[in-house]
C-alpha cells in the first residue's frame, strides 16, 4: 500500500514539473520570449459563433486567399469572373494554385451559403466590410451539392437575390473555390 501511494505522489510531482517547463502553445521569437496571439486564434473553428466581418476574415497567403474564423475555411479572396460547366468548375477548383497552395474544391452549399448574410446593404449577400474581391453577380456560383432527385443536376448559390437553387450541370455559372472542409456530398458527380 505505501509503495503504490509513493508512485502515485511521483507521478503526480513529475506531471507538475512537466507543466512548469513545458513552453506553452505559440511561443515564438528566438530571443525565448513568449508571444500569445491573439484570443480568436486560440479558438478552433466554430459554426454557433456569429462574428462581424472585421473579427471574422482574414487575408491570408500573401492576399490571395480568406480565412474565415466562423468556419474554419479559406476562399479565394477574388472568384473567377469567368463561366464554367459544373464539370469545368470542379476541374478548375481541383487544379488552382491560390497563394502558392494547391488543394482547393468546390464548396458544398452549407460552405458557399456560410458567406449569405441577408442584412447586408452592400447589394451582395455577404457581410458588409468583408475582404474579399469583386462577387460577380450575374450569374450564381456552382456548388458540389448535388441537387436532391436530379442526378444531372447541383445546387448553386445566387449572391444578389441570396437564393440557392438547383440547375442542369450544363450550365455556366460562376466558381468560388474554397480550402478545407469537406469537398463534396455523396458520390461523385460526373
Same mark, same amino acid.
Given at each position: 500500500?505505501?509503495?503504490?501511494?509513493?508512485?502515485?505522489?511521483?507521478?503526480? $510531482?513529475?506531471?507538475?514539473?512537466?507543466?512548469?517547463?513545458?513552453?506553452?502553445?505559440?511561443?515564438?521569437?528566438?530571443?525565448?520570449?513568449?508571444?500569445?496571439?491573439? $484570443?480568436?486564434?486560440?479558438?478552433?473553428?466554430?459554426?454557433?459563433?456569429?462574428?462581424?466581418?472585421?473579427?471574422?476574415?482574414?487575408?491570408?497567403?500573401?492576399?490571395?486567399?480568406?480565412?474565415?474564423?466562423?468556419?474554419?475555411?479559406?476562399?479565394?479572396?477574388?472568384?473567377?469572373?469567368?463561366?464554367?460547366?459544373?464539370?469545368?468548375?470542379?476541374?478548375?477548383?481541383?487544379? $488552382?494554385?491560390?497563394?502558392?497552395?494547391?488543394?482547393?474544391?468546390?464548396?458544398?452549399?452549407?460552405?458557399?451559403?456560410?458567406?449569405?448574410?441577408?442584412?447586408?446593404?452592400?447589394?451582395?449577400?455577404?457581410?458588409?466590410?468583408?475582404?474579399?474581391?469583386?462577387?460577380?453577380?450575374?450569374?450564381?456560383?456552382?456548388?458540389?451539392?448535388?441537387?436532391?432527385?436530379?442526378?444531372?443536376?447541383?445546387?448553386?448559390?445566387?449572391?444578389?437575390?441570396?437564393?440557392?437553387?438547383?440547375?442542369?450541370?450544363?450550365?455556366?455559372?460562376?466558381?468560388?473555390?474554397?480550402?478545407?472542409?469537406?469537398?463534396?456530398?455523396?458520390?461523385?458527380?460526373?
Amino acid at each position: 500500500m505505501r509503495k503504490s501511494n509513493f508512485f502515485v505522489v511521483g507521478a503526480v $510531482i513529475v506531471f507538475a514539473v512537466s507543466l512548469v517547463f513545458t513552453p506553452a502553445s505559440g511561443t515564438a521569437a528566438e530571443g525565448g520570449s513568449q508571444v500569445s496571439p491573439p $484570443i480568436l486564434d486560440n479558438l478552433p473553428p466554430t459554426w454557433s459563433r456569429a462574428l462581424p466581418a472585421n473579427l471574422r476574415f482574414e487575408l491570408v497567403l500573401n492576399g490571395a486567399a480568406v480565412l474565415d474564423k466562423e468556419t474554419g475555411l479559406v476562399w479565394q479572396q477574388s472568384p473567377y469572373n469567368s463561366l464554367w460547366t459544373y464539370q469545368g468548375a470542379r476541374a478548375e477548383c481541383n487544379l $488552382i494554385d491560390v497563394g502558392g497552395r494547391m488543394g482547393w474544391h468546390l464548396p458544398t452549399v452549407e460552405q458557399l451559403t456560410s458567406l449569405i448574410d441577408r442584412t447586408s446593404t452592400s447589394g451582395k449577400m455577404v457581410p458588409d466590410g468583408h475582404p474579399f474581391g469583386l462577387i460577380w453577380g450575374r450569374y450564381p456560383y456552382w456548388t458540389a451539392s448535388p441537387y436532391p432527385g436530379a442526378p444531372w443536376a447541383a445546387y448553386q448559390v445566387n449572391f444578389v437575390t441570396g437564393e440557392v437553387a438547383g440547375a442542369p450541370m450544363y450550365m455556366e455559372y460562376h466558381v468560388w473555390c474554397v480550402r478545407g472542409g469537406q469537398s463534396h456530398v455523396g458520390e461523385p458527380l460526373y
